[in-house]
């Protein structure tokens, strides 16, 4: 997309890229494409019959017909411009559902509950990042090999010896919240935007010497209050060599992809630099190739300069001509994301190459029969030898905001939305999830293998499993935020049928009046909790894709966002919990036992009252460590005291099994907040911001500090 001069950028596409910024993708990156975005609020039919394999003008022409009716809706839909400026109006945001890693991201097992293979290296000494399917590798704040720690911390790569714990070397990273992916001694490094008022490295760029900086001694933590040291300031900024470019790309990259060699743990490379404009969904890696999805919205911005925002009639119906005239003039440059691509044969400046032009060729562009808007869900294939190659590149116009990867395909997912002029007076019926189905085999882009749609919208990647060629997805029927008399709860089947996702079974009318809080599948069998007072635990037969059938069913207080197999017929589950009315008690962690499909029961639970735990709506927080059979994860506990309330935060061990669940021991590091958990060696590494508490599980409490700045 061309750039723009986001200066002259009206507020009423500010305001509406605000409502779009609010609702959460699973990647927890802000939108930041075409500099300001506005948000699909058009009604959309079911985009299932897509073109392809055609030439630029007739995608221009396809992007010049549908924008009018877009931006019409999401502007002069409103009665004015104060009125838009302000919020008066419901926005298409408010109608999207928020997606967790979800998280982010933001994600199925065997019917027999074990533990995912994902969660425990070769050796069994060593765990890795908590994923949804084996095989499928997904990003998060820290990666290890079991020789060495990965991790984030601010705007730096951290890498550590998992032996001792020391800090190698620190790299720094294109902006706060990047994830990492690591394939033996390559890393990919997904971030949002850098922004050019400070410098990121850029292929060639190590540490000013290429090695790493001195950091203080490992602290030792008193056991009878493990603590760090006092927050350390702010780290000095380095200086960078060699520098970056001096001039910022032609667009505004809103995802930045780092490849790097580390190889050398003490002085790792970028070799390859990717800036995209798009928005970062999500990234699933098989078979050692990443498939990262970005979400990209044209800049509406030149096609309303001479739009009025003064009301209807008259003046509405010369807004509409001035913003059909503004779109005729567009060229395809205006509506489809740049790239900007730069690599490096050694660290001078003069061997760096940077490529720029458009990410995907229009060939390789879908474009639904109907008008589904003009946002765009873009494909991309990194290698982690050869780097990101735009030629590999496959672009849906459609909307992204959840993904979920099995060993074969890829799926994108996003609610449609209704036109912003019927929001508050739309029925559930309106709510549907679009469906996008990708061929991960072979090498090249990801071929689009079809498309559907079915009712409701999703919670998270967790509500979408494919099994034996079947896609079984679970969604809430209603209008999202649910809990309305119309809401309930369904599982549908689909499969490919040519290009067509098509239903071939369903079972509905789960948990009426109620929202589904958590879905786990595991392989012929599918668990969704409901809530709305109680929590029901559903147990789904999918042996029969055709037939589904609700098998079993648990109605008890309170009610678990995450579900996690930790062993033959058993499930542990951690939520909220509740009263008989819904009242919210504080965590609630239970183990429940589902061999018999027909009759779960619930055989033990753990509250914390006045605590939350960010392992309830973010998986990958959660740690299952087979061998000492725990269940680990970070916890924030608020209380009173004599000088008001109090707060302590730490990673807690809970020890669970048929027996009870019990707490062994809260690992915290004063002044800071946990993040993660994870066992290197044998040894309990608890993640703090700026610092890492490294614990025998004999002697939890008895932990060794290390700083990271």
Known sequence: MRTRDVSRTLAAAAAIALAATACSSESAAPPSTGGQQVSQGLRSSAPVLLQSDRTCDAVLEDFQEFAPDVLEDQVLGFSSEEELALGGEATAGEAMDSSSAGATPDSAQRSSAPAPAALEAGDGSTSTTNTQEDGIDEPDVVETDGDFVYLVDQEELVILDGATAEVLSRTRLASYGSQLLLQGDRMLVVSGGGGWDRPFPMPGIVDDTGAAEPVPEPLPVEPEGPVGPEPLPEPTPRPIDPPMPVEPPSFFAGTVLQLLDVSDRRAPAVVQTTEIEGQHVSTRVADGVARVVVSSYPDAQPFMEDVSFDGGGASRTASRRALSAGVAETTIEDWLPSFRSTVVDDTSVASRTSTEGQLVACEDVFVPEVNAGIGQTSVLRVDFADGFDPADTTTVVAEASTVYASTSTLYVAANTYVSMQEQGRVVGEDFTTALHAFDLRGDGAAGHLGAGEIPGHLLN??????????????????????????????????????????????????????????????????????????????????????????????????FSSYLHPVGEGRLVGIGRDADLQGQDLGVLVSLFDVSDPTAPTQLQTWTERHAWSTAGTDPKAFLHWAPESAVIVPMDRTGRGEGGVTSRSGIVVLDVDDAGITERAMVTAEGRYPSRALVVQGRLWSLFDGGVVTSDFGALEGGTFTPLR
Do not use: C, N, W
């Not at 049928?497 to 239903?503: K, N, P, Q, T, Y």
């Not at 369903?506 to 109680?534: H, K, N």
């Open 461 to 558: 990647q967790y509500s979408l499993s494919e099994h034996d060629g079947h896609l079984r997805v679970a969604t809430t029927e209603g209008a999202p935020g649910g809990g309305g008399e119309d809401s309930q709860a369904g599982v549908r089947v689909l499969r490919l049928d040519g290009d067509r996702l098509v239903e071939v079974g369903a079972v509905t009318g789960l948990g009426v009046t109620e929202t589904i809080q958590s879905v786990r599948f595991m392989g012929p069998v599918g668990y969704v909790v409901t809530f709305r007072q109680t929590d029901p635990l559903y147990v789904i037969d999918l042996s029969d894709p055709t037939a589904p059938a609700t098998v079993g069913e648990l109605k008890i207080p309170g």
